[in-house]
């Protein structure tokens, strides 16, 4: 009997399928998991800013050390955003190895997951204009009062 009419070949064929359809749904769960607990602390070469992000590059926490005072507040928004870029590159390089790790290189699920993660964290995200960056808005180192406070130095 040919292999494609055969009803014993194609049962077999089915649960082949099957099972690579739970491994890999066991994968992606796994992947889901470890990119939801990622974490990355970054500071700056001084240790005057350390902050963490998430797996998507959003802040979850922010520390000044006592020399943070000591910058003005100029300084201080580039440190901060500097080490920013950094902690989303090295979150980027981390969710690339989970990735990578968890579902392979030759997955077209994890070529379009690298695509948007990139995307997601890439430095462009930082530029001026991007949300959450107020360079030039009032009361944001721009030098005009904001609210009706004056900037303090």
């Known amino acids: 009997m040919e292999p494609l009419l055969d009803p014993a070949a194609a049962l077999d064929r089915i649960a082949a399928w099957q099972e690579d359809i739970d491994q890999l749904v066991t994968r992606a769960r796994t992947m889901s998991d470890r990119l939801g607990a990622l ?17 998507h590059g959003a802040l979850q926490d922010i520390r000044f050390s006592p020399h943070a005072a000591q910058q ?16 989303r590159r090295q979150a980027a390089e981390q969710n690339r190895r989970i990735i990578l790790e968890s579902i392979g290189a030759e997955s077209p699920a ?3 997951i690298l695509t948007h ?37």
Do not use: C, W, Y
């Open 39 to 55: 974490r990355v602390t970054a500071s700056d070469p001084r240790r005057v800013v350390e902050l963490t992000i998430d797996t």
């Open 72 to 87: 003005g507040h100029d300084a201080l928004a580039r440190t901060v955003m500097s080490t920013l870029g950094e902690a």
């Open 110 to 112: 994890a070529r379009e």
């Open 117 to 153: 993660v990139s995307a997601k964290l890439s430095p462009a995200g930082d530029r001026e204009g991007a949300p959450g960056f107020n360079s030039g808005r009032a009361g944001f180192g721009s030098g005009r009062a904001g609210r009706g406070e004056q900037d303090q130095p």
